[in-house]
């Protein structure tokens, strides 16, 4: 039995139509029996859910607590911890329903299960297989944590100097504006269920009337999707709607706020980076539920996001500590450990779409290139962005969304593009899954910088982004929060 290897965000065509991973709108897309829900699926995304929160809190509040100076150690701790709560209440009144209904629109969905109306205990979606289902809440909960940690991966950027204030009105009016559409944009698809049953419908059809109605419900089914869905971008686990997106937000917001105060003058060095080393490890850990999760299903096609994640992490830590030995002279933890969360970015959206060989691959050629944006690029324009939050997650998402239309390719190692319509693998066109890899890209980057722009302007008018010079000088624990991190 050949294994069907869901592909999470493709299709401008039937031939393109492909299983996207993280995210489906299957659940209001089914065929008419339904997809059935297994209870060994339904364990894992429950469980994948729980690893995608470690990898937020406690996992990346202490990578970035760790990497800033110990007088606003704590300010990013509450940074990323009320990030969290703060999006988890927004995705169930408004944001799931936005990210993952049909709309008029294909950049946004509706309104129609806002406050999760309609949801229950009993509500299923669709996995990548058709006829095979999990509880709608427990991929609502999976998905609340994708949402959650995109925001917070942003705050590394302002980190040490925007004021509570912004960063508490930014986070909600980003969510919402950016994220939200992003997320409709590349996972909102019919679902496998509506085409192979449209598809069915027009198989055994007999008349040319009922043909015609046929095609049309197939047609219909095939343009029920987000825009760059449409495109036949492809993006397992969030390259675009993670990485990109908050690598840009970073970007616009270290550029708008300004660089710390004695930015390239003063020493600012981490305060602890045994404190990093966890908050890496757990990132790793926690990686497996944000990609293998993605997969929907515990089968095999989880097993090879599996070791993807495994694989090409190891390979981008090794190649950012070993070319940082060849240039600097010395090996440095920091290194190996921003290689690996590189590593974990560029695979994300490639995870169920490459083989292991490519994924290795793709992890040697981002830990080289990420160390080029944090350390040549980010001093050359001189923008402050404090922990290379563009230069990893925005960089390496980049080389990531490219490369997963390279490595998808079957004479690759590739699992190539699933065709719901068809009922197998779809034919693999380079130079066309490239552009339409590119032109998600390209995409990302305006809706997050554009959009990342304005919401900020508009929080500098209503609050300010930054403390004062003095309150800055003194902490951000202290003045923020009224409290430290370390009472010695």
Same mark, same amino acid.
């Given at each position: 039995?050949?294994?069907?290897?869901?592909?999470?965000?493709?299709?401008?065509?039937?031939?393109?139509?492909?299983?996207?991973?993280?995210?489906?709108?299957?659940?209001?897309?089914?065929?008419?029996?339904?997809?059935?829900?297994?209870?060994?699926?339904?364990?894992?995304?429950?469980?994948?859910?729980?690893?995608?929160?470690?990898?937020?809190?406690?996992?990346?509040?202490?990578?970035?607590?760790?990497?800033?100076?110990?007088?606003?150690?704590?300010?990013?701790?509450?940074?990323?911890?009320?990030?969290?709560?703060?999006?988890?209440?927004?995705?169930?009144?408004?944001?799931?329903?936005?990210?993952?209904?049909?709309?008029?629109?294909?950049?946004?969905?509706?309104?129609?299960?806002?406050?999760?109306?309609?949801?229950?205990?009993?509500?299923?979606?669709?996995?990548?297989?058709?006829?095979?289902?999990?509880?709608?809440?427990?991929?609502?909960?999976?998905?609340?944590?994708?949402?959650?940690?995109?925001?917070?991966?942003?705050?590394?950027?302002?980190?040490?100097?925007?004021?509570?204030?912004?960063?508490?009105?930014?986070?909600?009016?980003?969510?919402?504006?950016?994220?939200?559409?992003?997320?409709?944009?590349?996972?909102?698809?019919?679902?496998?269920?509506?085409?192979?049953?449209?598809?069915?419908?027009?198989?055994?059809?007999?008349?040319?009337?009922?043909?015609?109605?046929?095609?049309?419900?197939?047609?219909?089914?095939?343009?029920?999707?987000?825009?760059?869905?449409?495109?036949?971008?492809?993006?397992?686990?969030?390259?675009?709607?993670?990485?990109?997106?908050?690598?840009?937000?970073?970007?616009?917001?270290?550029?708008?706020?300004?660089?710390?105060?004695?930015?390239?003058?003063?020493?600012?060095?981490?305060?602890?980076?045994?404190?990093?080393?966890?908050?890496?490890?757990?990132?790793?850990?926690?990686?497996?539920?944000?990609?293998?999760?993605?997969?929907?299903?515990?089968?095999?096609?989880?097993?090879?996001?599996?070791?993807?994640?495994?694989?090409?992490?190891?390979?981008?830590?090794?190649?950012?500590?070993?070319?940082?030995?060849?240039?600097?002279?010395?090996?440095?933890?920091? !290194?190996?450990?921003? $290689? =690996? #969360?590189?590593?974990?970015?560029? +695979?994300? @959206? /490639?995870?169920?779409? *490459? &083989?292991? %060989?490519?994924?290795?691959?793709?992890?040697?050629?981002?830990?080289?290139?990420?160390?080029?944006?944090?350390?040549?690029?980010?001093?050359?324009?001189?923008?402050?962005?404090?922990?290379?939050?563009?230069?990893?997650?925005?960089? !390496?998402?980049?080389? $990531? =969304? #490219?490369?997963?239309?390279?490595? +998808?390719? @079957? /004479?690759?190692?590739? *699992? &190539?593009? %699933?065709?719901?319509?068809?009922?197998?693998?779809?034919?693999?066109?380079?130079?066309?899954?490239?552009?339409?890899?590119?032109?998600?890209?390209?995409?990302?980057?305006?809706?997050?910088?554009?959009?990342?722009?304005?919401?900020?302007?508009?929080?500098?008018?209503?609050?300010?982004?930054?403390?004062?010079?003095?309150?800055?000088?003194?902490?951000?624990?202290?003045?923020?929060?009224?409290?430290?991190?370390?009472?010695?």
């Amino acid at each position: 039995m050949s294994l069907k290897i869901p592909n999470r965000a493709a299709g401008f065509s039937a031939a393109l139509f492909c299983a996207m991973v993280s995210a489906t709108a299957a659940f209001a897309q089914a065929a008419p029996a339904g997809p059935t829900v297994n209870k060994g699926d339904n364990a894992w995304l429950m469980t994948s859910a729980i690893l995608v929160l470690l990898m937020t809190i406690p996992g990346l509040a202490l990578f970035y607590g760790g990497l800033v100076r110990t007088k606003n150690m704590l300010s990013v701790l509450t940074h990323v911890f009320y990030t969290v709560c703060v999006v988890a209440l927004i995705w169930v009144i408004y944001g799931y329903s936005l990210a993952f209904t049909g709309g008029s629109t294909p950049f946004v969905g509706g309104f129609s299960k806002a406050f999760l109306s309609g949801i229950t205990t009993d509500s299923v979606g669709g996995t990548f297989s058709v006829g095979v289902g999990v509880s709608e809440l427990a991929f609502v909960c999976f998905q609340m944590t994708f949402a959650a940690i995109t925001p917070a991966l942003i705050v590394g950027a302002f980190a040490e100097r925007m004021k509570f204030a912004a960063v508490a009105l930014f986070v909600p009016l980003w969510v919402t504006i950016v994220y939200f559409p992003m997320a409709h944009m590349v996972w909102y698809w019919a679902g496998p269920d509506a085409i192979d049953a449209a598809a069915k419908a027009l198989a055994a059809a007999t008349d040319e009337a009922a043909k015609k109605t046929a095609k049309d419900a197939l047609d219909a089914a095939l343009a029920d999707g987000g825009q760059i869905f449409l495109w036949g971008a492809i993006d397992f686990a969030g390259g675009t709607v993670v990485h990109i997106n908050a690598g840009i937000a970073g970007l616009v917001a270290a550029i708008m706020v300004g660089k710390r105060t004695g930015y390239g003058k003063d020493i600012i060095a981490p305060h602890s980076l045994t404190m990093t080393m966890i908050g890496a490890s757990l990132l790793w850990v926690g990686w497996f539920g944000f990609n293998a999760g993605s997969n929907l299903e515990a089968t095999g096609g989880a097993a090879l996001a599996m070791t993807n994640t495994f694989v090409a992490t190891a390979a981008a830590a090794l190649s950012w500590m070993f070319a940082e030995w060849i240039v600097k002279g010395k090996p440095s933890l920091l !290194g190996a450990l921003s $290689g =690996a #969360i590189a590593g974990l970015v560029a +695979v994300t @959206p /490639a995870a169920g779409f *490459s &083989g292991p %060989m490519g994924a290795i691959v793709l992890g040697l050629v981002v830990g080289v290139v990420c160390l080029f944006f944090c350390s040549v690029v980010k001093h050359m324009f001189g923008y402050d962005d404090s922990l290379d939050v563009f230069g990893v997650h925005g960089v !390496g998402g980049i080389v $990531g =969304a #490219i490369g997963t239309g390279i490595l +998808v390719n @079957p /004479a690759l190692g590739g *699992s &190539g593009i %699933m065709d719901y319509a068809a009922g197998k693998i779809g034919e693999y066109d380079l130079v066309t899954q490239v552009i339409s890899q590119s032109k998600g890209v390209l995409l990302t980057i305006a809706w997050s910088g554009i959009g990342t722009a304005v919401l900020l302007f508009i929080v500098s008018m209503v609050v300010g982004l930054r403390v004062s010079t003095d309150k800055e000088r003194e902490g951000l624990d202290i003045t923020d929060h009224g409290e430290r991190a370390y009472n010695m």
